[in-house]
């Protein structure tokens, strides 16, 4: 028979419900919990890349794929394959699992998801939350249950029928998995309707199934993050808007206001992460604020005029310049911008992690600061105990520790003070200090970031010059700076070439990039478009100490048909692939652009509604069997795609939404990343032939850094992402912007 959980977790919140109903000037009669631990204590082991706190246990994703995990087993959440193990308090590896990006831990299960798309799981089935077994249907009905051979497995498994998963997330007794395609798949028990389906109230399953926005089955869509609470989740849409499902409250007496749809929570948008605790939800903005609704019990929602719930999102005050954030059980924190740990609301365990004692702090309505915690890149919150992740890869963790879930080779904490009691009359322990873990960390590399400008379009298209090719370079490209059609499809020559990409004036050649091609010395430069981007007193200024070669055609689309044809020459077993590009704009050519030419992909441009004979010509002398389309239809038509073989289209609601598509799709490499401004084409166009030395994405942003897709990106390939260049000055990406995108890798 499984532990109690609901027993358990009722039991423990009876607890913090009497507190939560004392003010904090007739609570100090309190003494500290036992084995206290207030601030941060150390967990040593493996290089770690992501942790995650269950209700008793603790997981943490090592750099080689590997699995760890320590806390309680007494339902196989572990996963070491140890039945007889009973709590361990140093971390021991789960067994046969390699491979994996990302782990989630839930009420007493656990879940990895490995770097093929799919989704393990083990500990507690009793609901089907660990995803295997097989329900069966109690003898004379109409009740189901789960046969006990199912009840637990202490070594993970395979959750079956979900592939091209890229996020997963576990809750008290249920799961979430999100897909590639923005969809949502749940399992587990759903009770209180946290599945966000329509499968009704009171029924469990071990067999995921999407998450709806109405009892007609229409799939909830479009979702870039998904979070678990106790008996609600929260998803995160890509238009920065949050929707929500389940028991939307959760308080002494249950769970109440049930939905089994998901539904938007309103009032809230640009929003950029979302996480759900026990009984309350915050969520951060795009600009550095953080919001909170639900259960304010032990002022988890900071400080209001009363301890009553909020079905309304409302800023969390005192509390700025936020880069991530947790809602835990009955408390809230935040890791800042400069690295440190705030929190605030309940301290029964000493899970604000400020060293102060509970008997003197025993909540604080204001955040207040983890104790000599620096440096912080992660973090996650249990059931009264936190661990986080520094950047050089050391985990800490405080507060609860009656299972050894701080991982630090001790059961509780420091101080037996006695006077208070878990139900089954042990005492409770924590730890109110950061601690470390026994799982040591290695370093991490932190991301480095580079502005390659100058002081206007063509001296930033000569620093990203010198900044690829330091010595010297064969081939030169040339374009104008001020016409943007005839050079978009410039990025797979200039990678065929390996040569950088110049920008000039029309009419005469600019300074400092006649000086820059003096430095390169090629042999060659090849001019892309006609006479009236750059000029002839140009090209014959170039003639007397250079080869010049022109390639223009009578319009943008003759002058890409001719970069093709001029590619296909010097690499005659071409892929047989073509990008389709609308010429009458510029920033879904340039956003596919470094991608394309890495791997040798010519781009042709058409019009929104018609082919052009060029074009088409081009296609077929190509012999192109695979066609990629960048844009929507109100770029290029469906009756333009009509006439394709093999078409993918990347497209998006705008030119950043579709170039993050293009970057998921096509992206190869991850550790270097390229911004631009999506408003103007010349940045892009230079930097195109650098970042395709690389196979690296150009990100497009815009003035304000707003867009919810650009953020998400950013936020989700934060570890993965070791150098950032941005392309353009100040003008065209601000000091701001430029601030807003570190803080997008301090996680």
């Known amino acids: 028979m499984i532990k109690p959980l609901r027993k358990t977790f009722l039991s423990l919140f009876s607890v913090l419900f009497l507190i939560g109903t004392i003010l904090p000037a007739s609570v100090v009669s309190y003494a500290k919990p036992a084995f206290a631990a207030d601030a941060p204590v150390q967990t040593r082991g493996a290089s770690l890349s992501t ?84 329900i069966e249907l109690i003898a004379g009905g109409p009740d189901f249950y789960m046969p006990e051979q199912y009840l637990k497995s202490y070594t993970p498994l395979q959750v079956q029928g979900l ?31 946290q599945l966000g389906n329509p499968s009704g109230k009171g029924l469990f399953t071990n067999i995921p199934a999407k998450v709806v926005v109405d009892t007609n089955g229409q799939a909830l869509t479009g979702i870039t993050k998904i979070s678990a609470g106790s008996a609600f989740a929260l998803a995160l849409k890509d238009d920065g808007t949050v929707w929500t499902w389940g028991g939307l409250l959760v308080d002494e007496e249950g769970v109440h206001n049930v939905t089994s749809a998901a539904i938007q929570v309103h009032s809230l948008t640009d929003v950029i992460n979302i996480s759900a605790g026990y009984n309350h939800s915050l969520a951060l903005k795009s600009d550095g604020t953080v919001w909170g609704w639900g259960k304010n019990d032990l002022f988890q929602l900071g400080d209001r005029d009363t301890q009553q719930s909020w079905n309304t999102p409302l800023q969390i005050s ?13 408390l809230s924190l935040v890791l800042k911008t400069d690295g440190t740990v705030w929190s605030w609301g309940g301290n029964l365990w000493g899970q604000l992690g400020d060293a102060v004692p509970f008997e003197q702090e025993p909540l604080s309505m204001n955040p207040v600061q983890v104790n000599e915690l620096t440096n912080a890149t992660a973090l996650a919150s249990g059931l009264g105990f936190v661990i986080a992740r520094q950047s050089g890869g050391t985990i800490w963790a405080w507060g609860a520790n009656s299972e050894g879930q701080l991982g630090n080779n001790t059961f509780g904490g420091p101080v037996v003070t006695g006077d208070i009691f878990n139900p089954d009359g042990t005492i409770i322990s924590g730890v109110n200090s950061p601690v470390k873990s026994l799982i040591q960390a290695g370093s991490f590399e932190t991301t480095s970031f580079t502005r390659l400008a100058g002081l206007d379009a063509m001296e930033t298209s000569v620093k990203i010059s010198r900044e690829g090719w330091p010595d010297r370079a064969s081939t030169a490209i040339l374009a104008t700076v001020v016409n943007f059609p005839d050079a978009l499809a410039a990025a797979p020559l ?47 200024l170039l003639k007397q100490t250079y080869e010049v070669t022109r390639l223009s055609g ?35 050519a340039l ?52 006439q394709l073989n093999g078409v993918k289209r990347y497209a998006g609601i705008d030119q950043y939404q579709t170039g993050i598509a293009i970057a998921k799709g096509l992206g190869n490499n991850f550790d270097t990343i390229y911004l631009a401004t999506g408003d103007n084409f010349p940045d892009a166009l230079a930097g195109s032939a650098l970042a395709a030395r690389t196979g690296s994405p150009i990100i497009l942003v815009d003035k304000y850094l707003n867009s919810t897709a650009v953020t998400n990106f950013l936020i989700d390939h934060n570890l ?9 000055g100040t003008a065209v990406i601000t000091p701001a912007v430029w601030e807003k995108i570190t803080r997008f890798f301090m996680l």
């Open 318 to 330: 005192g509390i700025n310049n936020v880069h991530s954030i947790v809602a835990g059980s009955y």
């Open 163 to 193: 592939t091209d998963v890229i996020a997963i997330a576990a809750g008290m007794d249920y799961s979430l998995a999100l897909k590639a395609d923005g969809t949502i798949w749940s399992w587990g028990s759903s009770q209180n309707g």
């Open 591 to 642: 956003a596919i652009s470094s991608l394309a030419a890495y791997q040798g992909i010519p781009i042709l441009l058409t019009e929104q509604a018609q082919l052009p004979a060029a074009t088409k010509t081009a296609l077929q002398d190509l012999n192109v069997t695979e066609t990629i389309i960048v844009g929507g239809t109100a770029v290029v038509s469906s009756q333009v795609e009509a």
């Open 494 to 540: 200039a990678h065929q070439y390996d040569a950088p990409v110049l920008l000039t004036e029309s009419k005469q050649l600019t300074p400092s990039v006649e000086q820059e091609l003096g430095r390169l010395k090629p042999s060659k430069i090849i001019i892309v478009g006609g006479t009236a981007v750059v000029s002839q007193e140009i090209e014959d």
């Open 554 to 588: 009578y319009d943008q689309y003759e002058t890409a048909a001719e970069i093709a044809a001029d590619l296909h020459t010097m690499n005659p077993e071409i892929s047989g692939k073509a990008v389709i590009a609308y010429g009458g704009n510029f920033p879904d």
């Open 720 to 728: 993965a992402v070791t150098d950032a260049a941005i392309l353009g």
């Open 51 to 134: 942790v995650s706190a269950g209700m008793f246990h603790s997981l943490t994703l090592s750099s080689d794929g590997t699995v760890w995990a320590w806390g309680d087993n007494s339902e196989g959440q572990l996963g070491n394959n140890q039945s007889e193990l009973p709590d361990s308090s140093t971390p021991v590896q789960a067994s046969d699992l390699t491979n994996v990006v990302a782990v989630a831990a839930g009420g007493a299960h656990s879940l990895a998801l490995k770097n093929d798309g799919t989704v393990w799981g083990w500990g507690n089935n009793e609901f089907g939350q660990a995803g295997f077994g097989k």
